[in-house]
């Protein structure tokens, strides 16, 4: 068999594994929201490769609590942490409590467009602050729709991107 026909075999695996992060990070913030006697539906999906879990609720002033974007982000690693324990992979899912990631995505969004003028107006390259993967990923694709070029650099917490004229 080749590579190509074992292809829809292991793309079937990968979104069974990332159904199953899915389900124990999904258990994880259920036990969470209980604990809080907070209120949300919880809805799971795989999207880009990623474990994909939402919660969401009627009534968001429950979750507003917990849809802070730092709050969000500090839950997103723990749920990683738990799904990391029970199946010893690492897990790259993706956690958005009411509507975080697009509030976050849109403030990203400013701040992005902002240094993409800049560098247009100067043709000074720019340097963003430190995110994360998810945020950087999102950037780069900003800022190649702008037309011009980024690159990320430094490590770990202090990785960012620098934009240039292309």
């Known amino acids: 068999?080749?590579?190509?026909?074992l292809a829809p075999e292991n793309e079937a695996k990968d979104v069974k594994n990332l159904e199953e992060e899915g389900e124990i990070a999904a258990?994880?913030?259920e036990e969470l929201l209980d604990i809080y006697d907070l209120d949300g539906d919880i809805d799971i999906d795989v999207r880009q490769g990623r474990a994909y879990v939402e919660v969401s609720s009627d009534g968001e002033a429950d979750l507003r609590l917990l849809s802070n974007p730092d709050t969000v982000?500090?839950?997103q690693e723990l749920a990683r942490l738990a799904v990391q324990a029970k199946t010893q992979t690492f897990s790259r899912l993706i956690l958005d409590i009411g509507g975080s990631r697009d509030a976050k995505a849109a403030c990203l969004a400013k701040i992005v467009e902002k240094a993409i003028a800049k560098v247009q107006d100067t043709g000074d390259s720019v340097a963003l602050k430190p995110m994360s993967s998810y945020e950087r990923k999102l950037a780069h694709d900003l800022?190649?729709?702008?037309?011009?070029?980024?690159e990320s650099e430094g490590e770990?917490?202090?990785r960012h991107i620098v934009i240039k004229q292309a």
């Open 27 to 29: 258990d994880y913030i």
């Open 156 to 158: 770990g917490k202090d």
């Open 143 to 150: 800022i190649a729709a702008a037309g011009l070029v980024s």
């Open 73 to 75: 982000e500090a839950l």
């Open 1 to 5: 068999m080749t590579e190509q026909e």
